[in-house]
C-alpha cells in the first residue's frame, strides 16, 4: 500500500478489541515445562498454589490445552478507559534513517501508570477482589509494575502492598509517590521487615537489591497475612495470557491494511510484553500458517537469553517460590544497577524459554549506551519519550531496518514500545552527561549464579 492509504496511527474501533485473551501454549507441540514443588521436585497442584496466588489465576497459570479464556466484562470496560492502544508507523523514523524498511509500533505508554503492564494489573485485581480478598502483594522493579497494580487495586478497592528494588526507590522517588497516591505502601527491597529480607542483607550487606530478593519478600508477606495473596507482572503464564491483548490488537489493526509483518522485536524482562505482542504470530507460526522472525531484545548485562541456561530454578533469591524451567542465571545472580530496572531479572518466562529452545525465536542482547542513543534518536523524530526497557525494542529495530537500508529490502517491522521514560530523567541525564557505563558480567561472574543453580534432570 502507499504511503497516503496507511495512517500514521491505527487505531481500531471498540468493537473490535479483544473479547478473548489468546492463550498460546494450547498451541506448543512441546509444552513449557510444569512448574515444580522444591520440597517435592513434583508438578505444583492447583491446592498448592492456591495460599499463594489467587484461585482463578492458578487455573489460567496450569492451562496449556485451553486456547481463548474469555476477558470478562468488567475487566473489557477497563480496557476501553486506555484501549485499544495505537500502533504507529514511523514514518518519520524511517525517513530519518533513509531506510526502505516499513516500521510499526505498538505503543502501551498511553495510560497513566504509562506502561503496558496496566494490561495485567487489572486483570489480577479484578480476581482478587471477585475472590473476596483484603489485598494483594508484590514486587516492582522500575516501578512501572507497581503504578500499574496500585491503580488497578485502587479502582477494585483492595488494598496494595509493594516492594520495590532498592535501587529503583532511590533512583525513581516520584514513581513511588504515584504508588502512594493510589494508596499503596511502598518499601524498599531488601527490607528488614521480612525474615527472608533479614537474610538477604545479612548475606549482601548494601545491594541495591532486585526482582527476585523483591519476589521473596512480597510473597512471605502474602502467605503469612490473612486475606493477601502474591500477584507477579511478569514471567508467569497468566501474565503473557493476559498481555496477549496487545498482540491481537496489533493483528487485527495489521490485517485491516493488509499488512504481514516480516520482524516481530521486542523487549524481555521477564518476558510479559513480549509474549503477549507475539502470541497470535507464535501461534500462527507453531500451527504452520505463517512465518515470522521474532526477536527478544535484553540487556547486556542481565543476558537470561543469550547467555543463560536452560535449566530448573528458583523464581526467586529466597528461593521460596516453586522452581520454573526457563532460561536462567540463577536465582543468586544480583545483575549491575542497569537503568533499565524492569529487565533485571535474572530468569525468563519458562513458555519463551521453550520457545527460544525449540529454535522458534531469537534473541540479542544491548548495552545500555547504545539503547540511550536509540532511545534519543527515537524521541527527537518520533515524540515519544521512551522507557530504558522499551528502548532495548527500538535499538534493535534500528539496527535491523539499517540492515535493510544496506541490502535494500523493504522489510516491515514491528516492535513493542511498552512505555514513557518520564519516571527515567535521572538515567537520561547520566546518559547527556557522559556518566553511563555498560557493564558486561564475564563468565566467572556468571558461574557464581550457575553454581548456585539447583541440580535437577
Ligand atoms: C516499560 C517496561 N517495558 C518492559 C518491561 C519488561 O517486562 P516484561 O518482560 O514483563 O514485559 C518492563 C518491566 O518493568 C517495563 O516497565
Request: net charge negative.
Amino acid at each position: 500500500m502507499s504511503k497516503q492509504e496507511i495512517p500514521y496511527k491505527i487505531y481500531l474501533e471498540e468493537s473490535e478489541m479483544p473479547k478473548s485473551w489468546y492463550n498460546v501454549r494450547a498451541d506448543m507441540k512441546n509444552k513449557p515445562a510444569p512448574l515444580l514443588n522444591p520440597g517435592t521436585l513434583q508438578p505444583m497442584k492447583q491446592e498448592e498454589l492456591q495460599p499463594v496466588f489467587c484461585e482463578e489465576l492458578v487455573k489460567q497459570e496450569l492451562d496449556d490445552t485451553t486456547a481463548y479464556f474469555e476477558i470478562p466484562e468488567e475487566i473489557r470496560n477497563f480496557y476501553k478507559m486506555y484501549r485499544p492502544s495505537p500502533l504507529v508507523r514511523a514514518y518519520c523514523l524511517e525517513e530519518k534513517l533513509q531506510t526502505p524498511a516499513k516500521i510499526y509500533y505498538k505503543f502501551e505508554g498511553n495510560n497513566t501508570s504509562g506502561s503496558h503492564k496496566l494490561n495485567s494489573a487489572i486483570a489480577q485485581a479484578y480476581y482478587a477482589k471477585k475472590q473476596g480478598l483484603k489485598g494483594v502483594t508484590t514486587e516492582t522493579g522500575a516501578g512501572q509494575w507497581g503504578t500499574a497494580l496500585s491503580m488497578a487495586c485502587s479502582y477494585f478497592g483492595l488494598d496494595c502492598k509493594v516492594y520495590m528494588v532498592k535501587v529503583s526507590y532511590e533512583q525513581k522517588p516520584f514513581r513511588r509517590e504515584v504508588m502512594r497516591t493510589y494508596g499503596a505502601s511502598v518499601t524498599p527491597s531488601p527490607s528488614m521487615d521480612t525474615e527472608v529480607g533479614r537474610k538477604i542483607l545479612e548475606a549482601h550487606p548494601g545491594t541495591s537489591g532486585s526482582l527476585g530478593c523483591a519476589i521473596s519478600e512480597a510473597v512471605e508477606v502474602a502467605t503469612k497475612k490473612e486475606g493477601y495473596r502474591y500477584v507477579l507482572g511478569s514471567v508467569l503464564n497468566q501474565v503473557l495470557l493476559h498481555q496477549s491483548v496487545i498482540g491481537l490488537e496489533t493483528k487485527t489493526a495489521l490485517d485491516k491494511y493488509g499488512i504481514k509483518p516480516d520482524i516481530i522485536i521486542g523487549c524481555a524482562g521477564g518476558g510479559s510484553n513480549l509474549g503477549g505482542l507475539i502470541a497470535p504470530f507464535m501461534g500462527e507460526k507453531l500451527r504452520g500458517e505463517a512465518d515470522y522472525r521474532i526477536i527478544a531484545v535484553e540487556p547486556a548485562s542481565c543476558p537470561s537469553f543469550t547467555r543463560g541456561k536452560f535449566a530448573y530454578d528458583f523464581c526467586d533469591t529466597g528461593m521460596v517460590c516453586p522452581l520454573a524451567k526457563m532460561h536462567t542465571l540463577g536465582s543468586g545472580f544480583i545483575p549491575a544497577a542497569d537503568h533499565a530496572g524492569g529487565l533485571r531479572y535474572h530468569g525468563m518466562s519458562s513458555t519463551l524459554s521453550q520457545l527460544y529452545h525449540d529454535g522458534l525465536m531469537e534473541a540479542v542482547s544491548v548495552k545500555q549506551t547504545s539503547v540511550f542513543e536509540a532511545a534519543e534518536q527515537f524521541a527527537r523524530v518520533e515524540g515519544i519519550l521512551p522507557a530504558p526497557e522499551s528502548s532495548h525494542a527500538i535499538r534493535v529495530a534500528i539496527d535491523e531496518a539499517m540492515k535493510c537500508k544496506e541490502t535494500g529490502e523493504e522489510k516491515t517491522i514491528v516492535f513493542g514500545l511498552t512505555g514513557t521514560g518520564y519516571f527515567d530523567m535521572v538515567a537520561y541525564e547520566k546518559f547527556h552527561n557522559g556518566e553511563m557505563r555498560d557493564y558486561v558480567p564475564t563468565d566467572e561472574e556468571l558461574q557464581i549464579g550457575f553454581d548456585g543453580l539447583p541440580k535437577i534432570d
